[in-house]
Nanobody, 117 residues
Framework: DVQLQAFGGGLVQTGGSLILSCKAS????????MSWHRQTPGKERELVAK???????NYADSVKGRFTITRDNAENTVYLQMNSLKSEDTAVYYC???????????WGQGTQVTVSS
């Protein structure tokens, strides 16, 4: 079975840092584009960052320069380093895996990040 298990969410003060991790199983991790998304109540889920199979990275404008996505193909894990956190980063964060025409074929369960001012 495909599983994406996200860890690392929590409560942090404005300006602080968190690292999210997402452990994958049940598919060939290195062949999939991995991404992080976030969602707040009443809003659509938005792409935060993605990393290709070759390591190319893309970020939402709102997180550029503050967040870094990395992947470890040996550990089947994708990470999201979040620095200089702002209250508007508060959301449930989801990891996803996909390829080709299906960039978000698989989803993880989500982890809550709350940034307090």
């Amino acid at each position: 079975d495909v599983q994406l298990q996200a860890f690392g969410g929590g409560l942090v003060q404005t300006g602080g840092s968190l690292i999210l991790s997402c452990k994958a199983s049940g598919f060939t991790f290195r062949n999939y584009v991995m991404s992080w998304h976030r969602q707040t109540p009443g809003k659509e889920r938005e792409l935060v960052a993605k990393i290709s199979t070759g390591g190319n990275r893309n970020y939402a404008d709102s997180v550029k320069g503050r967040f870094t996505i990395t992947r470890d193909n040996a550990e089947n894990t994708v990470y999201l380093q979040m620095n200089s956190l702002k209250s508007e980063d508060t959301a449930v964060y989801y990891c996803a895996a996909g390829r080709g025409s299906y960039p978000t074929q698989f989803w993880g369960q989500g982890t809550q990040v709350t940034v307090s001012s």
